[in-house]
């Protein structure tokens, strides 16, 4: 009972320290909130709330929007005011609030991982505004995005993808138009959306694009299981010796500890890398990452041949070049070893 009192004293004694910083009048003028904490924004909020200031609350708020980053945790906070807001405030109060944070929205003041919360929770709450039929012809969609860009109107280009995903026609026809609305997404970081939206396509095209971008997109939310179903469905994925799959493949092999079929792997990439310098060197990064020191030393004299066969090089430093590239790859395996030494001693 002791410890609830004291916590109790604890909450009232911030509150009033809040209250003291912030008067009704500096609510007009929200800069004066860039310093308090996350947690005094919340507060704060939940105290004009109680009053029965429902607005003043609101843009308390959105300005707590500003300041989460990338911290998505706390938006859930936003996200149950906005429940009990909606159902207490005015219905012009609620309008006034929406178009303050599709404002800040389109002059990008939320990070990308806010806009796409907002975008879940706001889409459609005025169907005038997001409702909209937005089926637009493939030929048109590019330019209608740098328009809306040019425009600082994303918002409506956040609703448009959303709306493409959820009420569109997917067909073997609107594959190009939908192959560009994920290349769109994952610019926006819009990444479970543009997941939904390649599954669409690889009903009707099974390119390398399609699925390299499916791992690809797996890969940034550090969730493979839709190509886990992907993979179950097309075992035979390993075979397909394009590059960009085999890249994808990579980092999906390391993720699940499958050694075999990654060892298979990075020889097929090799394979691919006897003329190619990007190839190359990105296969000496995996061989670095694997911690592979030898493959990686090896690669570092192929990429040296392949610079020097390319005429990289003046003829006056090709002697020179060789020379060095031999000095250095002891120096580069040994720098290597030690650093994977050391690495694994601290893991241990």
Not at 321 to 348: A, C, N
């Amino acid at each position: 009972m002791h410890k609830l009192f004291l916590e109790g004293r604890i909450m009232e004694n911030k509150r009033q320290s809040i209250k003291s910083e912030v008067s009704d009048q500096t609510i007009e003028m929200i800069d004066v909130f860039k310093n308090l904490s996350v947690s005094s924004y919340m507060m704060f909020g939940e105290y004009l709330f109680l009053q029965g200031k429902f607005t003043d609350a609101a843009k308390i708020y959105v300005q707590f929007l500003t300041q989460i980053k990338d911290k998505v945790h706390h938006f859930k906070a936003f996200a149950d005011f906005w429940k009990k807001f909606s159902e207490h405030a005015d219905k012009d109060e609620v309008r006034k609030i929406y178009d303050e944070i599709v404002n800040r929205f389109n002059n990008d003041e939320f990070s990308a991982s806010v806009k796409r919360e907002i975008l879940f929770l706001l889409y459609n709450v005025f169907p005038d505004e997001t409702g909209k039929d937005f089926l637009i012809e493939h030929s048109r969609i590019s330019q209608w995005i740098k328009q809306k860009d040019k425009d600082k109107k994303t918002w409506d280009v956040y609703c448009m993808l959303l709306w493409q995903e959820k009420h569109a026609v997917h067909s073997r026809e609107s594959v190009q138009k939908d192959k560009y609305l994920v290349s769109v997404m994952e610019k926006y970081e819009l990444y479970a959306l543009a997941i939904k939206m390649i599954e669409h396509v690889l009903r009707y095209d099974k390119d390398e694009v399609a699925v390299r971008t499916l791992f690809r997109l797996c890969r940034k939310v550090n969730d493979y299981s839709k190509a886990d179903i992907y993979v179950a469905e097309h075992p035979d994925i390993e075979k397909r010796t394009g590059f960009n799959i085999q890249y994808e493949l990579v980092y999906y092999y390391l993720e699940k500890g499958d050694e075999t079929r990654l060892m298979r792997t990075l020889k097929n990439i090799k394979a691919n890398a006897e003329s190619s310098l990007p190839i190359s060197r990105t296969l000496q990064n995996f061989y670095v990452k694997i911690g592979m020191i030898d493959e990686a030393v090896a690669m570092r004299g192929h990429i040296s041949r392949l610079e020097q066969r390319a005429g990289r090089l003046g003829a006056d430093k090709k002697v020179k070049g060789l020379e060095e590239e031999r000095e250095t790859d002891d120096f580069f395996g040994i720098q290597l070893k030690t650093w994977f030494q050391s690495r694994s001693t601290t893991v241990s």
